[in-house]
């Protein structure tokens, strides 16, 4: 009798796993980065698994999907009383609910802000740079994302994204928005961060954006910081030759700490991976030129870099770079990786 039962039990269980699975694929992937910053701790150095981070989704059908990011920062998480030692944080960087039928998609759930290249694009492999750019951390605090919903499609050429998250906090808006980001954790819609984003990619190894992103970001005396957000991108890759533009301000109102930030880093390289017999591989010699500054008054911090960055195989990047920042030697390497 227990083994006809079980019998049934485990046919009843293979026939319900079987109805739920059929139709779903799940994919597994992430990324992730090491940095070993030489000139860090007065020239003793800082090597630093800067972050990890797996992927998850679910394709429902040929309309609807899942999926998320979970991202672990700076090795561990811990905190300095118990350990000793202050470590990063976990976080829920992204988790939506997908529809897209071939002309017009809605997302909902944990977004990114679709402002700028790197925000949206920021693995390692997708940038030249050991670091992800200073702009993308002071100009647009990359990584932004938050709780809401977006709308997005196509029109002839152009790809257009409407987003709408929560708000900024006003009381944490100074000399940028990097602070005031509130990540989903407390996000209040009293206002909405409002994005419309428009891309075209109509000519080949060219992509053209821009956005502007808005937000009446509420104080905690009833009163609201204006936020105004506009950049600029554009991204050349052809014949072994690679581009990159973002230049970006924002304009505030009601901010008694600044009236506007600003910046831009413009990337040039060239694939010689040829020239020395690396056929099947990629090898990028790159130079940047960066200034940005956050209240808009006084010198802008200004950064050059040269760099040589190797992929092996595709989604695998070798970096090295050094340069200045504001007449300080920047020295690093990094490894990165996606799948």
Sequence with gaps: MKKILLLTASLFAFICADEFMEDG?????????????MEANDGDG?????????????QFNSEWSMMSEVEIEHNMVGSESALGYEGGYVAMEQAHL????????????????????????????TFMSVERPEYSKYVIPTTWFDNGFAFYGKVGGVN???????DLDGDDVGAGIRSAREKGFASTTSDWTKTLQLSWAGMEGLKVGGSITMNDAPKDDGTTVGVNLTEFNVTYT??????RLENGKIDYD????????????????????????????DLYVWMRNSAYNRDDIGDDTEISLFGVTFKPTDNLAIKFEMGDKDDSDVMRMGLGYMF
């Design 25 to 37: 694929t799940t994919t597994l992937g992430g990324y992730g980065e090491m940095h070993y910053d």
């Design 46 to 58: 800082k090597l630093d698994f800067h972050r990890w981070i797996l992927y998850v989704k679910h």
């Design 98 to 125: 997908n529809y897209y039928n071939g002309t017009w998609g809605f997302k909902g759930g944990v977004l990114l802000v679709p402002a700028g290249i790197t925000n949206e694009y920021h693995e390692p492999p």
């Design 160 to 166: 257009w994204n409407w987003t709408m998250v929560g």
């Design 238 to 243: 052809k014949d072994n030759m690679y581009a």
């Design 254 to 281: 009601n901010n008694d700490v600044a009236e506007s930030t600003s910046g831009y880093y413009l990337d040039l390289g060239y694939n010689i991976a040829s020239m020395v017999g690396c056929d099947d591989q």
